[in-house]
C-alpha cells in the first residue's frame, strides 16, 4: 500500500499522560496536514507543513499540542497532558504541490484517541 | 467567515432514485470545492473537484457561484453509494492550503 499510512490506528490513554502519533505521507509529497474529527463533525484542520517547515497552525492546536516533520518526511503529533476532550479521529493527509491549482490531498486511516 | 454547510446530516434514498447532497459555503474569494467520500471502514478518499468538471461514479457537481452552492447528484441511486459524504474548500489565499470541511451527509441507498 503506498498510500499515507498512520500508526497506532487506535490509543487508550489515561488523562494526563503523553501520547505521540504518526503519519507517513505518500513518498515524493512534500505537503502535510493534521487534522482532527470529533463525533458528528467534518476534519478540523490543526497544521500543515510544507517539507520540515511548519507554515500554518490552527488556533484549535493548544500549547498542549506539538507537530514536527523533522526531516521532511514522517511526521510526529503529541498532545501532553492529554484531557477527554482530545478524544477524537487524528488524521494526517499529504499533497504533491499543482501549480497554480489547489492539489488533492490524500488521507490516510486515522489515529482514534481515547482519553479516559 | 469561511464555511461550508451540509444541511442534511442523513439522506435516505430509494435504489434508482436521483440524489442530491447539499453544499453551500461561504468564502470571500473564488475557492475550490471537493467532494470527498468516506465508505464503511475505509479512508476519505477525492469524489471530486469543480475545476475536474468530471463524472465519477456517475456524480457530478456544478459549482453555483451565485447562489454559493456546489452540490452533488446522482441521478440513479446505488447501493453501493452508501457511504458518508464531505464538501470541502479550499481558498485562494496565497500560501494557503488547509481544507474547511462541512459537517458530513450520511447517504442510505435502500433496496
Known amino acids: 500500500d503506498t498510500g499515507v499510512s498512520q500508526n497506532p490506528r487506535h490509543k487508550i490513554t489515561k488523562r494526563g499522560q503523553n501520547v505521540t502519533f504518526r503519519c507517513d505521507p505518500i513518498?515524493?509529497?512534500?505537503?502535510l496536514y493534521w487534522y482532527r474529527q470529533t463525533l458528528g463533525q467534518g476534519p478540523e484542520f490543526l497544521t500543515y507543513f510544507q517539507n520540515e517547515a511548519q507554515l500554518e497552525k490552527s488556533r484549535l492546536l493548544s500549547d498542549r499540542f506539538s507537530a514536527e516533520r523533522p526531516k521532511g518526511s514522517f511526521s510526529t503529533l503529541e498532545i501532553q497532558r492529554t484531557e477527554q476532550g482530545d478524544s477524537a479521529m487524528y488524521l494526517c493527509a499529504s499533497s504533491l504541490p499543482a501549480g497554480g491549482l489547489k492539489e488533492t490531498q490524500y488521507f490516510g486511516p486515522g489515529t482514534r484517541l481515547l482519553v479516559l | 467567515a469561511q464555511r461550508v454547510t451540509q444541511p442534511e446530516k442523513l439522506l435516505s434514498v430509494f435504489k434508482g432514485a436521483p440524489v442530491e447532497l447539499k453544499c453551500n459555503y461561504s468564502y470571500s474569494g473564488s475557492p475550490e470545492l471537493f467532494w470527498y467520500v468516506q465508505y464503511s471502514r475505509q479512508r476519505l478518499q477525492l469524489l471530486l473537484r469543480h475545476i475536474s468538471r468530471e463524472s465519477i461514479k456517475g456524480f457530478t457537481a456544478d459549482l453555483n457561484k451565485g447562489e454559493t452552492s456546489f452540490h452533488l447528484k446522482k441521478p440513479f441511486a446505488q447501493e453501493e453509494d452508501s457511504a458518508m459524504y464531505y464538501c470541502a474548500l479550499s481558498g485562494t489565499t496565497s500560501g494557503t492550503y488547509k481544507y474547511i470541511f462541512g459537517t458530513g451527509t450520511r447517504l442510505k441507498v435502500l433496496a
Open positions: 513518498s515524493e509529497h512534500n505537503r
